[in-house]
C-alpha cells in the first residue's frame, strides 16, 4: 500500500497578506476541510511539522535577506517587494512551511512515506538569493539531510 504523507498545519492560515491579495488562506481552507471529511479519514500520513532552522535557510538565501525577513515578524505588515507582502503571522508560517517539507522530504528518502504533499503557506517557487518575488518571501526546501540520507541517495540530492 501506497504511504503517501500531508504536510498541513493551520498555522499556515496566519500568513495575511491581505484581503486584496491574491495569494489567499482560503485556499488551504477548502482543502483542509476536505482532508478532515470522513471519507479520507485514514487516506493518509500526517508529516510533523516543525520550524526551518537558519542554517537550513542560509543554504538557500543570503544572511542579509534572512535577517530582513526575520524582521518582519510580528510586524503587522510589511511590503518585500510589489507582489509580496507579509503580515504579522507570516514569518513563523514560512519557517513551519520550509521545516514541515524538510520533514516530508526526509520521511521519503528514508523510506516511511513513498511520497508526500505539502499544503502550505506562503509560497515560496519563486524567491530568489537575496529577494522576494511572485508573493513568496522565502524559498523552499532547505533540507540538510543526514550523512546516511546522502550516501544512499545521491541522484535525489
Known sequence: MTKTGIVKDERYMNHRPGSYHPESHKRLEV???????????????????????????????????????????????????PD????????????????GLCQAISMVIEGELNNAFALVRPPGHHAEKSRAMGFCPQTGPYCRLGPASRERHPAFI
Open 31 to 81: 482543502i483542509y476541510d476536505m482532508l478532515n471529511d470522513s471519507d479520507m479519514s485514514g487516506q493518509f500520513h500526517e508529516v510533523p511539522v516543525r520550524r526551518a532552522e537558519r542554517e537550513e535557510i542560509l543554504l538557500i538565501h543570503s544572511p542579509q535577506y534572512v535577517d530582513m525577513v526575520a524582521a518582519t515578524e510580528g510586524k503587522a505588515s510589511q511590503s518585500l517587494d
Open 84 to 99: 509580496t507582502s507579509t503580515s504579522a503571522g507570516s514569518y513563523e508560517a514560512a519557517l513551519l512551511a520550509a521545516g
